[in-house]
Nanobody
Framework: VQLQACGGGLVQAGGSLRLSCAAS????????MGWFRQAPGKEREFVAG????????YSTDSVKGRFTISRDNAEKVVYLQMNMLKPEDTAVYYC??????????????????WGKGTLVTVSS
């Protein structure tokens, strides 16, 4: 599976961005999909994830109520809608895919496939 994320950019605090992750090489319908981020000098952290059939979503506490993950298996695309952005959301965001991720927080070691990151910068 090849994953390609896009949609990052520079936005003011309080603004919105939508990240997209397009997959190729394999159907998404059997993969759990999610987003991680990595800020300068920090470890890569889980942001949000969704089970393969879309029935369960997970997100880290710091983005609850602001970020929404969604997916379109037919189009092989996963989205991350980010609202009310804060300067602390500044990071490189990575699309990720794995299997059997039935837990509220995912680790980078759980991931089988990574996309190249897309930079999100939130100015204060």
């Amino acid at each position: 599976v090849q994953l390609q994320a896009c949609g990052g950019g520079l936005v003011q605090a309080g603004g919105s961005l939508r990240l997209s992750c397009a997959a190729s090489g394999r159907t998404l319908s059997t993969l759990d999909m999610g987003w991680f981020r990595q800020a300068p000098g920090k470890e890569r952290e889980f942001v949000a994830g969704m089970r393969w059939n879309g029935d369960v979503t997970y997100s880290t506490d710091s983005v609850k109520g602001r970020f929404t993950i969604s997916r379109d298996n037919a189009e092989k695309v996963v989205y991350l809608q980010m609202n009310m952005l804060k300067p602390e959301d500044t990071a490189v965001y990575y699309c990720a895919a794995g299997s059997m991720l039935v837990r509220s927080s995912w680790s980078p070691t759980d991931i089988n496939y990574w996309g190249k990151g897309t930079l999100v910068t939130v100015s204060s």
